[in-house]
């Protein structure tokens, strides 16, 4: 049974997309959840795409989601987050680092040589020392209660060429990060797992395709909340240890969990 009551978890980058549903996914499981991002807009009714909108979605389904406006580039915001919630909480049991910065103009279809070299900034940048920032502060708290999952949000791009080298070279490294921490961490009752979305209709994909930039059947791909779901069940495994320093697909863990996709 899949129950976050009580929990408490970060989700960095949610004010759209992935990590929009993952903020959904662990609300409707009944977790406290504080979550990032930088766009706001305190109008009623909220606007898409900000805190604000995840916020209403996220607590229409469960729990409780507490937005906070933070930039991942600025190491005392991230470290003023963390504080935040060790006085409110006391506990930390889920971070799912998932911010990421996509390249303006998105870094796709061309040779790495001619793309700016500020995408690399962009996706290795918040994208990758994001998450080991956010993670840094997170493991202190979870080591003291001997307990707490840290999920590396990745892509196949870390696996095989998806948009772009800078992409690959970021996802490769959220994967190898999850494993080393896994290594370092397995003493202390803490665990770390690297997830992988499928095809998933994130605002961007959508756009994209609609754009006639990809084709994709939108039929066949993942709800957001999907990825949320996946989250929280990995939470709540009494072996979640062993599988600690796994690289896993969302769909893996939906077909181990027997989960059902909210918008199948």
């Known amino acids: 049974m899949i129950d976050l009551t009580g929990k408490v978890a970060v989700v960095t980058g949610a004010s759209k997309g992935i990590g929009k549903g993952i903020v959904e996914g662990l609300c409707e499981y009944g977790c406290t959840v504080y979550f990032t991002g930088r766009s706001s807009n305190p109008v009623t009714p909220p606007q898409a795409m900000t805190l604000e909108a995840t916020a209403a979605s996220a607590e229409a389904l469960g729990g409780r989601a507490i937005p906070i406006r933070v930039d991942h580039n600025n190491d005392e915001e991230v470290k ?11 506990r930390l049991d889920i971070l799912v680092n998932n911010v990421y910065q996509i390249p303006n103009p998105p870094a796709m279809n ?17 994208g990758l020392r994001g998450y ?3 993670s840094v502060f997170a493991a ?3 080591i003291r209660n001997s307990s707490g999952l840290i999920v590396n949000i990745s892509s196949r791009g870390g696996r095989e060429y998806v948009f772009s080298a800078s992409y690959g070279v970021g996802k490769a490294g959220v994967d190898r990060m999850a494993q080393d921490f896994a290594h370092e961490l397995a ?6 797992i690297s997830l992988s979305p499928s095809k998933v209709k994130t605002e961007f994909i959508l756009d994209m395709v609609a754009q006639g930039k990809m084709s994709l059947d939108a039929n066949g791909m993942q709800s957001v909340r999907l990825s949320g779901r996946a989250v929280a069940a990995l939470a709540c495994d009494p072996n979640l240890q062993s599988k600690s320093g796994s690289i896993l697909t969302v ?14």
């Open 251 to 264: 769909s893996e863990v939906q077909s181990a969990y027997h989960l059902i996709d909210p918008e199948a």
């Open 140 to 142: 202190p708290m979870m």
């Open 187 to 192: 003493d202390h009752g803490v665990s770390a």
């Open 110 to 126: 061309k040779g790495f040589w001619e793309h700016p070299i500020s995408v690399w900034d962009d996706q290795c940048g918040v």
């Open 132 to 134: 080991y920032t956010a």
């Open 80 to 90: 003023a987050l963390f504080s935040r919630i060790d006085q409110e909480q006391g």
